[in-house]
């Protein structure tokens, strides 16, 4: 009987586990998403990028392409950091809600609480900032911005740069994404805190996160495994052109690695950072004057992927694209850096993104 039991259960093993199988599968896996990637960054003397692939915190694809450094011909490696741009406005939108949390602020207080001469400023709220549906005039559009770029600005100067210009429309009206409001965001949070932006994301966020190679972007500082930036001209490549990190401040002047992201990633979802409540706050869809709903939360977009839901956000400064979703359905998250303008990562990862939720939705077949 016992034996009869036995010769059973051996039959019906590989019907419940085929590792082999398995193993083929993750073959084919990373061989599609290796294709994926090689569409747009498939020259290995050109400059690269670095993609990671994870659920539930672990990672099941990493790797680098092309070169961190073409001068000195450096190949490029996972553990490269690389500047992040826009995606600074989630840890810019995480620090307001931490403000919050601690009883510093409310989201729904007038920015004339905080920056007294700011123009309408009793109409606007701190939660039209973080929505981009403020109207203020984004500082990247306006003619005058190359006068600055490359000067060192305090947070209450660049204010000053863009707050008497006319505004787009009133507050609530219209979502349209928007840099000035998440560098008055950035002054907001030095205000409140009184501790610079830079030291506050490393005290508050980096530091708890274990995120220790992500920094405030800097072109003098030392940034050890640094993936240098570049542009691509009519005659080939050129470094790319220097400006002042004070300028896009909060709204776009970190540095990060893969690794570092997926940190704050988990951070996130494990509440490290703020309460379930607060986080829920970044993470919800808003309404406009008109009732009409709009895709983005405080700091992410709210999109989805082939009728599963995501929160994504991409990012670009001279020299760099970087692009991350998230998938909170199956705990998926993709992260893909660029170190040349010419190569963007924005859907790539997406497709990587709809790849991977492809793959663990469709299941191992039996034999």
Not at 179 to 208: A, C, P, Q, R
Request: charged share 25%; hydrophobic share 35%; with cysteine.
């Amino acid at each position: 009987m016992i034996l009869k039991k036995l010769t059973t259960v051996l039959v019906l093993l590989p019907l419940f586990c085929n590792p082999l199988n398995a193993q083929i599968r993750s073959k084919s896996y990373e061989k599609k998403i290796d294709s994926l990637i090689l569409t747009e960054f498939g020259n290995k003397n050109e400059p690269g990028g670095v993609f990671l692939i994870s659920q539930k915190g672990k990672s099941l694809y990493k790797k680098a392409f092309g070169k961190a450094n073409l001068e000195l011909d450096v190949n490029m490696t996972t553990d490269n950091v690389f500047q992040i741009g826009s995606m600074t406005k989630q840890f810019t939108a995480v620090a307001i809600l931490m403000l919050e949390q601690r009883g510093k602020l409310n989201v729904n207080d007038p920015v004339s609480k905080y920056i007294k001469d700011f123009p309408n400023g009793n109409q606007i709220t701190i939660h039209h900032l973080l929505t981009h549906t403020s109207g203020i005039k984004d500082f990247t559009k306006m003619k005058s911005l190359s006068t600055i770029a490359q000067k060192e600005m305090k947070p209450e100067a660049m204010v000053d740069f863009f707050k008497n210009e006319p505004v787009d429309f009133a507050p609530g009206e219209k979502f349209d994404y928007n840099n000035s409001g998440y560098v008055m965001l950035g002054f907001i949070i030095e205000l409140v805190s009184g501790d610079t932006y830079e030291n506050f994301i490393k005290t508050n966020i980096f530091d708890k996160a274990g995120m220790t190679n992500s920094y405030y972007a800097s072109d003098r500082k030392i940034i050890p495994k640094r993936a240098y930036g570049y542009h691509k001209k009519e005659q080939g490549f050129v470094n790319k052109t220097i400006i002042s990190f004070s300028v896009p401040f909060s709204s776009g002047s970190l540095m990060s690695t893969v690794d570092d992201m997926l940190k704050w990633q988990q951070a996130l979802n494990q509440n490290i950072l703020l309460n379930p409540e607060e986080t829920q706050k970044a993470f919800q869809k808003y309404k406009l004057n008109s009732g009409e709903e709009f895709t983005y939360g405080y700091g992410w977009h709210l999109k989805d992927l082939n009728g599963t839901p995501d929160r994504e956000h991409g990012g670009s400064v001279f020299g760099f694209k970087s692009m991350g979703v998230y998938i909170p359905n199956e705990d998926i998250y993709v992260i893909g850096f660029s170190n040349c303008d010419c190569h963007s990562p924005t859907e790539v990862t997406r497709n990587i993104a709809k790849a991977t939720l492809s793959e663990i939705k469709v299941p191992i077949k039996r034999r």
